[in-house]
């Protein structure tokens, strides 16, 4: 299939440009109406998304899909529908003395920035394309998107419904490889969105500089997990597991490692396993575990534990059913633990982005904050426990783009939370208002009322006692 080359890409963009500076201001009618048909487009195709979300991953869940993609999509859909009209109001702002007492006025308009980019990852190929667009939408924008190439089927799918549910001039979405991404990348939006990995979020933001165009990175991690030593293990172990399982642990928020009081380590490996053992009582023979979604992906998960397991580490395979996984080409892979694992090992040196979960362990927890602050800051950092001053040091000396506390991954569930890293687990965030912003401009607007304020507080030439009185309050 041809793909759209550069010059291609470009005229999308124009396109959406002039049609949006033609149609200027648009009522928030026009945006409400664009977010009921993303709705109505979601709830309409939920079920094709899910079962081409499904053929591309080899298998994912319908339910799944449906819980994690379609759903929470409508949800946000529905939390920008709801907030719209305040999020749109204009703020009073102040103005200081003395221009206030003449009458001068000052307010931040949120308004739309034109034609947003988003490029989007496969992990959840239908959210993380849909959820940034319908907060663009919200905030007035127009919306070109690039899903990955490697979910094929829905980024087709997406393209197909995208084009009779929307004009050009509204939105588009371009299918294609890494070439076609980086070319992507490299026109000259308004604002650019990414969410994929940190490594090629350095060159998105490389592209996007080119034409200074503004960039929301949600970027990737090592999303640590601490087990305090007065934690529910039972309950915090069902919990990782769920978190670490869905999706088959491709996932940016999954819980990456995690922290445990060194005399509690074989009590929280067992939660764990007791947890994928009440869920997942079998893996290959079961339609609720997604596989890993292509070869390439399977092979360097297995080189991780490779790697872990020749330089000294205890692997233990979680495998309730007994299953033999040699002989499948399912790309399903069991949780596996890596118990003592050392830095120098990969598994503790890149994101794992699939059900691997090395343990570490902390004679005091000050060790796992440590740790944490030692190495790149994460996207969520989880912790679990029910002593306040515990959580409070773990939270106070830490930072991470979220924090969910006795859980891991809900944050990102909170539509009214902003979702987003820090450093190098991303820059910007969506959700919430801050979507909204993110994608707004807010623009400055003073107005000066009709006596001459520049005159009677010393502001214009010739300067004489008025300006020198000025000054001097002012450095007051
Ligand atoms: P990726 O970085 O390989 O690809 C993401 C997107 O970038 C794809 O659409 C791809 O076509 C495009 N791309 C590839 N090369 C490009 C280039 N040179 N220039 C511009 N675009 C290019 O990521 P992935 O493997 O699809 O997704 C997994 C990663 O995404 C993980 O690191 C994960 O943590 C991260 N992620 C982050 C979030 C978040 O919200 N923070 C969510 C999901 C996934």
């Known amino acids: 299939m041809a793909h759209p080359d550069r010059d291609e890409l470009m005229t999308m963009l124009d396109r959406q440009r002039n049609d949006f500076m033609a149609k200027r201001p648009e009522s928030l009618n026009v945006r409400r109406d664009r977010i009921k048909r993303m709705i109505g487009l979601m709830k309409d195709h939920g079920d094709a998304f899910s079962k081409a979300m499904s053929a591309d991953f080899g298998n994912r869940s319908w339910e799944q899909s449906m819980l994690t993609d379609i759903a929470p999509t409508i949800s946000l859909a529905k939390y920008c529908l709801k907030n719209l009209d305040s999020w749109a109001k204009p703020?009073?702002?102040?103005?200081?003395?003395?221009?206030?007492?003449l009458g001068a006025k000052a307010e931040v308009r949120y308004e739309p920035l034109g034609v947003i980019g988003i490029i989007a990852p496969w992990n959840f190929p239908v959210g993380l394309a849909f959820s940034p667009l319908l907060q663009a939408f919200a905030a007035g924008n127009r919306a070109m998107i690039k899903p990955s190439e490697f979910t094929e089927k829905t980024s087709q799918l997406m393209k197909e419904l995208v084009e009779e549910a929307f004009t050009p001039e509204e939105c588009v979405v371009v299918t294609g490889p890494?070439?076609?991404?980086?070319?992507?990348?490299?026109?000259?939006?308004?604002?650019?969105?990414?969410?994929?990995?940190?490594?090629?979020?350095?060159?998105?933001?490389?592209?996007?500089?080119?034409n200074l165009v503004p960039v929301t990175l949600e970027l990737g991690g090592k999303s640590p997990v601490?087990?305090?030593?007065?934690?529910?293990?039972?309950?915090?172990?069902?919990?990782?597991?769920?978190?670490?399982?869905?999706?088959?642990g491709q996932i940016c928020l999954a819980p990456d490692y995690m922290y445990v009081p060194e005399d509690k380590e074989v009590e929280a490996i067992g939660a764990v396993s007791d947890g994928v053992h009440a869920m997942y009582p079998k893996l290959l023979e079961n339609d609720d575990y997604t596989s890993v979604v292509t070869d390439k992906h399977f092979d360097r998960l297995q080189t991780l534990v490779k790697d872990a397991r020749d330089?000294?580490?205890?692997?233990?395979?979680?495998?309730?059913?007994?299953?033999?996984?040699?002989?499948?080409?399912?790309?399903?892979?069991?949780?596996?633990?890596?118990?003592?694992?050392?830095?120098?090992m990969e598994v503790m040196q890149d994101e794992i982005f699939g059900p691997v979960l090395p343990v570490k362990t902390y004679k005091a927890v000050d060790e796992a904050i440590d740790y944490i602050n030692d190495h790149d800051r994460p996207l969520g950092l989880y912790?679990?426990?029910?002593?306040?001053?515990?959580?409070?040091?773990?939270?106070?000396?830490?930072?991470?783009?979220?924090?969910?506390?006795n859980d891991v991954i809900f944050h990102v569930s909170a539509d009214d939370l902003p979702f987003g890293g820090v450093g190098p687990s991303g820059i910007g965030s969506y959700h919430g208002p801050e979507?909204?912003?993110?994608?707004?401009?807010?623009?400055?607007?003073?107005?000066?009322?009709?006596?001459?304020?520049?005159?009677?507080?010393?502001?214009?030439?010739?300067?004489?006692?008025?300006?020198?009185k000025t000054i001097k309050s002012m450095l007051k």
């Open 383 to 405: 912790y679990f426990g029910d002593n306040g001053e515990e959580q409070e040091q773990v939270l106070g000396r830490t930072i991470s783009g979220g924090v969910t506390v």
């Open 435 to 468: 979507g909204f912003r993110t994608f707004s401009h807010a623009r400055a607007v003073y107005t000066q009322p009709k006596i001459d304020i520049a005159g009677m507080a010393g502001l214009k030439p010739p300067y004489g006692d008025k300006a020198a």
């Open 311 to 344: 330089k000294g580490a205890d692997v233990i395979e979680i495998n309730p059913g007994d299953e033999d996984f040699s002989n499948t080409n399912a790309r399903k892979m069991p949780l596996t633990i890596i118990r003592n694992p050392t830095d120098d």
């Open 91 to 101: 703020d009073k702002r102040k103005v200081q003395f003395p221009l206030n007492l």
């Open 178 to 210: 890494p070439e076609v991404a980086q070319a992507f990348s490299s026109l000259p939006f308004d604002h650019l969105l990414f969410t994929g990995s940190t490594a090629t979020g350095r060159k998105v933001m490389q592209a996007a500089a080119e």
């Open 226 to 248: 601490v087990l305090g030593r007065e934690a529910d293990f039972k309950r915090a172990g069902e919990r990782i597991a769920m978190g670490k399982m869905m999706n088959a």
